[in-house]
């Protein structure tokens, strides 16, 4: 900030000069005092210059309502939103989330350093403030095969980037209650900066072993005792309403007037579907509401609390320095954005962009679909005689998976589906390096009747996963997704039925989130048409590849049996 612009902008919030914007006539929800005041909000530069009684180049009588901060989501992928950055910042702003801290832990994974900057590039010019942090776990496990690897050296050259705020979620709890030397590396190169934490679960002296080492929030809490436990700890608790993972309604009970100031909303991973029909951090903050919650506590859950856990001092509240990050509301009560200012300029009104010119930049992805050559041959399974097999049961509605011990259906010597008894085929392709790895396994739950359904988005390494009723589908389903860069395919008797492209790192598509919550459904219901029972598919086969959520989950190298963290045999 340069000499010249502080005397101009000093000039302003004196009133001896017009700012270029003055919003009049509404209540300020001041996050800072805790009060609800009138008062003039002059712009200029795209910061808040003053409050008070101000005349502007422009002014606008916003006729009553209330202005609050712009909304701040606290901890997410956009990555999972299968959107690029543009195409994300347009799918939010209209819901009033001005700012996110985001963590690129899923392009990292597949790209590396190369990926997050090239994350951090696509966000530099859009009206959505994006401050990053450096993934921790890539690769997540040393059971999967990612296409990138970032240690301690990255990560202490990464924290000298401008856009990067501190160091993200350390999924790799054991490894730092039990000091694995290069997890420590990791947080002793991110000392002094904000260290955010993933430990589902994890309490008592573990718990505290984990704290001390300097990570101060959690979002995997999921119950009330969970959450109150690390409140007590003293992290920050991030209450998540994600796809997959919804935990507001389970978690809202722990929330009071001590606490309040601790707790953070975050999206985590979220879909187009659910974005477009329910919102973003402004659906938490109405349904806190709902519950019983302060409206200026709520508020400050979505906005001023996210600002301090991360020492971001220029937002999350109207007052004079802070960024002209604003939002227009008619109640309280109701909560639902009408207009929206994101760095002092008009971006959205009753649920549209007033100008998406920002997103008309052109992406040209890398491709980062290296698979080596496969064919229908290499799904088989050799069966071994008057054994069991280990196979993935589905549980409805969660991500944890069930480890089944039962006979599989024999053909010519070859452990095939069986669709009777719901029993499929998975694959997992490695996809980063041409290893020519593959994983193969079974799957219990999905209810396909015929073909296969084929998606580049396996967390964490995002390799090329597979689940179908025969090997010739797997494989054609497995190279529609190749050759398109990635993304989702769906194929039935030897014909390819729908595709959607996530060209972008195979994880996102350069489109906007309309067109592909039109797109995702229109996948779904080609599932569906093949017997699958699950609701999103797509979502629920990439979490089948995690093997840091239990009990039983594939890799390009094999099964894993997450409870024991150690690798299984198919057979046993």
Known sequence: MSKEFLAESIAVALGERPADLVLRGAKIVNTLSGEVHGGDVAIFAGRIAGIGSYDGESIVDLHGGYLVPGLIDSHCHIESGMLAPAGYAAAVLPFGTTTVFADPHEIANVMGIEGIELMIRLSEHLPLSIRFLVPSCVPATDMES?????????????????????????????????????????????????????????????????????????????????????????????????????????????????????????????????????????????????????????????????????????????????????????????????????????????????????????????????????????????????????????IHGQIVTDNLLEPVKVEGGLAVADIERDILKLAVIERHRATGNIGLGFVKGFGLKRGAL??????????????GTNDADMSLAAKAVVEMRGGFAAVAEGRVLGTLALPLAGLMAIDNAANID???????????????????????????????????????????????????????
């Not at 084929?454 to 689940?467: F, G």
């Open 146 to 394: 990612s296409g990138a690897s970032i240690g301690a050296e990255e990560v202490a050259a990464l924290l000298g980037n401008k856009a990067i705020v501190g160091l993200a979620e350390m999924m790799n709890y054991p490894g730092v209650i039990y000091r694995v030397p290069a997890v420590l590396d990791k947080i002793e190169a991110a000392l002094g900066r904000i260290i955010d934490g993933h430990a589902p679960g994890l309490s008592g002296k573990a718990l505290n072993a984990y704290v001390s080492a300097g990570i101060s929030s959690e979002h995997e809490a999921t119950t009330v005792e969970e959450a109150a436990e690390k409140l007590r700890a003293g992290m920050y608790l991030m209450i998540r309403e994600g796809t997959g993972a919804r935990n507001l309604e389970a978690l809202l009970p722990v929330i009071n007037r001590a606490n309040s100031r601790r707790i953070l909303f975050a999206s985590d991973d979220l879909h187009p579907p659910e974005l477009l029909c329910r919102g973003h951090i402004d659906y938490m903050i109405r349904k806190a509401i709902d519950f019983g919650v302060e409206p200026i506590e709520a508020i400050r859950m979505g906005t001023l609390n996210a600002a301090e856990h991360f020492e971001q001092t220029d937002i999350g509240a109207i007052a004079p320095g802070r960024a002209a990050n604003l939002v227009w509301v008619e109640s309280l009560e109701e909560f639902h954005p009408r207009m929206v200012w994101a760095k002092g300029v008009l971006r959205a009104e009753d649920g549209l962009l007033i100008d998406n010119k920002w997103q008309s930049g052109r992406i040209e992805p890398p491709n980062t679909m290296n698979t080596a050559p496969f064919d229908e041959s290499d799904f088989a399974i050799i069966a071994e005689d008057q054994k069991k097999a280990h196979i993935i049961g589905l």
């Open 454 to 467: 084929a998606s580049s988005v396996a967390h964490d390494s995002h390799n090329l996963i597979v689940v």
């Open 518 to 572: 039109r797109r995702l459904g229109e996948m779904k219901s080609l599932a569906e048409s093949m017997g699958c029972v699950i609701e999103d598919p797509f979502m629920l086969l990439g979490f089948l590849a995690l093997p840091v959520i239990p009990k039983l989950k594939l890799t390009d190298r094999g099964l894993v049996d997450v409870e024991r963290f150690a690798p299984i045999g198919l057979f046993d």
